[in-house]
């Protein structure tokens, strides 16, 4: 018996502050999705009000070929095609280049801060560098004789989503040469060497031995980097709040206003908005997870 | 194998290092660049900054952005490093020794409903900051602690409880139970042997887990913009620069110094502790 209530002494104080601080909030956001701002059940309509409101969804300029505002929704899905493939591609590069490379991992340092650093400062330092006279993208466009497309790269709606997605791939791209490296390392080396017995080009040796088995970091890489993309907040705050004319708006990013900044704030939308961020991670997350408890 | 063979290989073998050197140069240089010019614009007056930070014809460096990012009228840095620890510090340690206590009853006991329950448990960490805040943000304001760091710090400590107890069930499923049974037959207590003998060998994992959650709670924004009212004092480090940054015209000096000294904590900490930090980065994640 005494075995038995043991173990649940041992897990109170966990269960306590998750109890309050997660699960009841994420039932309780659910629940108050589906209310309207008397109180009153209204089923789906804060999620249709969500679907109308331009700032979420807007596919019009994106049929038509314009540039954005396309709204948060496809802004977020732009995010994921571009910034995903970018960004696995570079952690991979680097981690097999810089593994061969004197001084590679003062270099891999290097490039990892920028996952160290709060997003906040990243913030900051892709609004510098995309400024009109003092960033280093509009001087090197003059260097290399594009300087007449220079300009603040984030004042603008039409270009500000394009630079933060970029300017994210700089931030992020640590992670996955983190992740790759380690999985680099598990791959016996003995692998490596019977290739080069055999007479294996460098070409088909990544691709038939080390792509293969990096397979699990892959996994890692690619659901992480979609949880980040989806939930991406700091950087377009603290840049232009979404806008301008929201060119940079996205979900986390319109929830908060819904929540806490436009009058009167709606705690519904913003919920039903969450909620369907959540719904959005939840797969990914969850196979995620299925694949770290079976280690 | 001929002789010619031989250096013709050499040859290949020369030039393909040298194309790797070149790109890990030109790819290190892509990433510095936006470090070192936010260091130039740190120590140089604005109008030099405009100028473009890369230029060196005039160069008259100055402390001015670090004395006035530090007294800064609307957001000081001396204040809000300091509240930043205050919520950091306890915000690290306490769901570590909460999340081991639970952690250690997932790896060494069996009791119902236990699978389900860790189950539930490390789903949770997939949870978006989004999906609590609204509940959490009125749950505070009726206990009084909005506005309050030790709400703050609560919330921290949730939210890191899921991915630690994975984190560290993990470590302690293989770590050799035989010490602690001998223990248990010389008549010690669950708790005495969690604290006198676990914990000790879980130290490399502690490390990882501090180093982690420090720079986590230390770069968090969102929490604290929610749930801290933006006021001088009460700032939080990560509040006080996009206050700083304001909707203009930046005075990049300042904010450069600013940004300086906010990512040098977490900076310090990852160098201080990098194998740890990695090690947690890729232990839930490769091993997989």
Known sequence: MRRQIFPFLFLIPSLFLLVIFVLFPVVNTVYISFLNQEGKFVGFDNYAKVFSDKSFWNPKNLIEGKPPPYGALIHNGIWIMIHLPLSVFFGLLLAVLLRDVKGGAIIKSAVFLGVVIPMIVGGVLLRFIYEDDAGIVNAFLRVIGLGHLARTWTAFPDTILLSLILGSVWIWTGFSMIVYSAGLEGIPTELFESAKIDGASRWRTFWRITVPMLKPATIVVVTMTLLWELKIFDIVWVIQQGGPLEGSMVMAVIMYLQAFVYRPTNFHVASAIATLLTVMTFGFAAYLVNRMVKS | ?288
């Open chain 2, 1 to 288: 194998m001929s002789r010619l063979n031989i250096v013709k290989r050499l040859k290949k073998v020369k030039k393909f290092t040298i194309l790797v050197h070149v790109i890990a140069f030109a790819v290190s240089l892509v990433w510095i660049i936006p470090f070192f010019g936010v260091f130039m614009a740190s120590i140089r007056p604005l109008p030099e900054i405009l100028d473009g930070w890369w230029n060196f014809e005039v160069f008259n460096p100055t402390l001015r952005g670090y004395i006035e990012a530090w007294n800064h009228p609307s957001a000081p840095l001396s204040r809000a490093l300091l509240n930043s620890l205050l919520v950091t510090i306890p915000s690290t340690f306490t769901p570590i020794f909460i999340a081991a206590l639970g952690a250690y009853s997932f790896a060494r006991f069996k009791f119902p409903t236990r699978d389900i329950l860790f189950l539930v448990i490390v789903l949770l960490q997939t949870i978006p900051q989004q999906m609590v805040i609204i509940p959490i943000f009125n749950t505070m304001i009726r206990i009084g602690l909005w506005n309050n760091y030790i709400g703050l710090i609560l919330v921290h400590t949730a939210f890191a409880l899921p991915w630690q107890i994975l984190f560290l069930r993990n470590f302690f499923s293989v770590l050799p139970v035989e010490v602690e049974e001998a223990a248990r037959i010389d008549g010690a207590s669950y708790l005495k042997i969690f604290y006198k003998i676990v914990l000790p060998l879980t130290l490399p994992a502690l490390a990882s887990l501090t180093a982690l959650q420090f720079v986590w709670v230390w770069n968090d924004f969102f929490f604290a913009t929610v749930l801290i009212l933006p006021t001088p004092e009460s700032r939080l480090a990560t509040q006080a620069i996009p206050a700083m940054l304001g909707r203009l015209q930046p005075d990049w000096t300042v904010v450069s110094a600013a940004s300086i000294i906010v990512m040098l904590i977490p900076i310090a900490i990852y160098v201080a502790l990098q194998r740890y930090y990695v090690r947690g980065i890729v232990a839930g994640a490769v091993k997989g």
